[in-house]
């Protein structure tokens, strides 16, 4: 049998900051662009179009991380 052990922890404001902070710095080093965090190929839009991120707006500000 396998025990599936799951803790959740709230990072504050500036924790979450630090973290991305980290992230991008990671990604910024190791990773081509086009794989990067907020990447946008603007390349494949019509002109004038946006992207759509209304499906964002009802994420609350805290989430918890879930290591598995």
């Given at each position: 049998?396998?025990?599936?052990?799951f803790?959740?922890?709230?990072?504050?404001?500036?924790?979450?900051?630090?973290?991305?902070?980290?992230?991008?710095?990671?990604?910024?080093?190791?990773?081509?662009?086009?794989?990067?965090?907020?990447?946008?190929?603007?390349?494949?839009?019509?002109?004038?179009?946006?992207?759509?991120?209304?499906?964002?707006?009802?994420?609350?500000?805290?989430?918890p991380?879930?290591?598995?």
């Open positions: 049998k396998k025990l599936i052990l803790i959740f922890i709230v990072l504050t404001k500036e924790q979450r900051e630090t973290c991305m902070q980290a992230v991008i710095a990671w990604e910024l080093k190791n990773l081509p662009e086009d794989q990067r965090s907020g990447y946008i190929d603007r390349g494949t839009k019509e002109e004038g179009e946006e992207c759509d991120d209304d499906h964002h707006k009802h994420e609350p500000e805290f989430k991380i879930r290591f598995v």
